[in-house]
């Protein structure tokens, strides 16, 4: 499928029809999701992979009760990974392994630790969410390039489903993506005209 397809066919599915997605496409997509871009390459997420029904099921009033949480395949939770000092110190290790010299590679490491260090707690939030997007846009993309049908999903409590999960601290929820087989039909697809859009 042409990249220009899998943007245009893609839509937010409202209901699934309970179908289970195979580990191995699901290792595929998870892939495509972990190989995103982020900033200094940080990879600020932590993302929680929910299949069992019982789960979805607590989860679903947390969610305002969209049905997608309970009929999808697997459903992920991008969590904002605030942690963001021990990040620095692996992104420097890979650019080490990738041939960079230990010199140039502190010098770039104290930089970011300075920025990253200079932020409030919301400013390391803001900045993770950013990044999340970016794999939350893989993930929805890469699904329907995998046959799969997916909901990128904000309408939903993060501190409901941090205790539903027992996610440590400074696991933050973010953004979720259903992700299975719709059962639904796509909408027509409305987007802003080209001209109120680029100028
Ligand atoms: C960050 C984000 C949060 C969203 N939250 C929800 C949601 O909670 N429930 C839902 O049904 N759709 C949700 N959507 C889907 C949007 O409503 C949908 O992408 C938009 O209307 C465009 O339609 P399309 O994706 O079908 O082309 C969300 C989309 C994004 C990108």
Redesign the pocket.
């Known amino acids: 499928m042409e990249f220009r397809d899998i943007v245009m066919q893609?839509?937010?599915v409202?209901l699934f029809d309970g179908r289970m997605i195979d580990e191995q496409t699901l290792f595929v997509l998870l892939d495509i999701i972990r190989y995103s871009p982020s900033a200094f390459n940080l990879q600020p997420w932590k993302i929680k992979i929910v299949s069992a029904s019982k789960i979805k099921k607590n989860l679903l009033p947390h969610t305002?009760n969209?049905p997608?949480v309970t009929t999808c395949s697997h459903l992920l939770v991008f969590c904002a990974n605030t942690e963001l000092e021990p990040l620095v110190d692996k992104a420097v290790e890979g650019l080490v392994k990738s041939g960079l010299s230990p010199e140039t590679v502190s010098q770039y490491a104290a930089m970011i630790k300075a920025y990253i260090g200079s932020m409030t707690p919301e400013q390391r939030m803001a900045f993770a969410r950013e990044q999340i997007?970016i794999a939350?846009a893989n993930a929805i993309n890469g699904a329907k390039s995998l046959g799969l049908d997916s909901?990128?999903?904000?309408?939903?409590d993060p501190a409901g489903y941090a205790e539903a999960l027992f996610l440590p601290e400074e696991y933050v929820p973010v953004?979720l993506c259903a992700i299975g087989y719709a059962a639904d039909k796509?909408?027509p697809?409305w987007r802003l005209p080209r001209e109120e859009v680029f100028f």
Do not use: D, E, I, T
């Not at 909901?151 to 939903?156: I, K, N, R």
């Open positions: 893609r839509y937010a409202k305002n969209q997608q997007h939350l909901c990128p999903m904000g309408g939903f953004v796509a909408p697809k």
